[in-house]
């Protein structure tokens, strides 16, 4: 089973040997989700600002790693995978934002959460994706 913190060597291209970093940097889609929703508030533009807000994070680091501007120093980041997560945070804040009130404190609350289940979501599927894998290498 991987636990929480192993989002972060598959997604951030930097080593982050501390706990607190590591929790600051799953937050910042979070964080960033939210903002896009307080922006679109109030109209159907809340889930496309909430969506975008939480992909940004993994769409900026990709977008630095591919064209050089930043040299990745963790050696277990694949930009393949963290374009999977900007998509699992993406659905995630844009659905609780669907699910959520027009205006509201409620509005910002679910578009974060669903940015955070999002990530979780996606290591559920990486998770069960390589013990299945692991169990056809023991049969054969």
Same mark, same amino acid.
């Given at each position: 089973?991987?636990? /929480?913190?192993?989002?972060?060597?598959?997604?951030? /291209?930097?080593?982050?040997?501390?706990?607190?970093?590591?929790?600051?940097?799953?937050?910042?889609?979070?964080?960033?989700?939210?903002?896009?929703?307080?922006? !679109?508030?109030?109209?159907?533009?809340?889930?496309?600002?909430?969506?975008?807000?939480?992909?940004?994070?993994?769409?900026?680091?990709?977008?630095?790693?591919?064209?050089?501007?930043?040299?990745?120093?963790?050696?277990?980041?694949?930009?393949?995978?963290?374009?999977?997560?900007?998509?699992?945070?993406?659905?995630?804040?844009?659905?609780?934002?669907?699910?959520? /009130?027009?205006?509201?404190?409620?509005?910002?609350?679910?578009? !974060?959460?669903?940015?955070?289940?999002?990530?979780?979501?996606?290591?559920?599927?990486?998770?069960t994706r390589?013990?299945?894998r692991d169990?056809?290498?023991?049969?054969?």
């Open positions: 089973m991987l636990c /929480p913190t192993q989002i972060v060597p598959l997604v951030c /291209p930097l080593l982050l040997s501390a706990k607190w970093m590591q929790v600051a940097f799953l937050l910042v889609p979070a964080v960033l989700a939210a903002f896009g929703a307080l922006i !679109g508030q109030g109209s159907w533009l809340r889930i496309v600002t909430a969506a975008v807000g939480a992909a940004t994070r993994d769409l900026l680091l990709r977008t630095l790693v591919v064209t050089g501007w930043l040299i990745p120093s963790n050696p277990d980041y694949n930009p393949d995978t963290a374009l999977l997560f900007a998509f699992g945070c993406a659905s995630g804040a844009a659905l609780l934002a669907c699910l959520s /009130p027009y205006r509201g404190k409620l509005l910002l609350l679910m578009a !974060g959460l669903g940015a955070t289940v999002g990530q979780y979501s996606i290591l559920l599927v990486i998770g390589l013990a299945r169990s056809y290498r023991r049969l054969s």
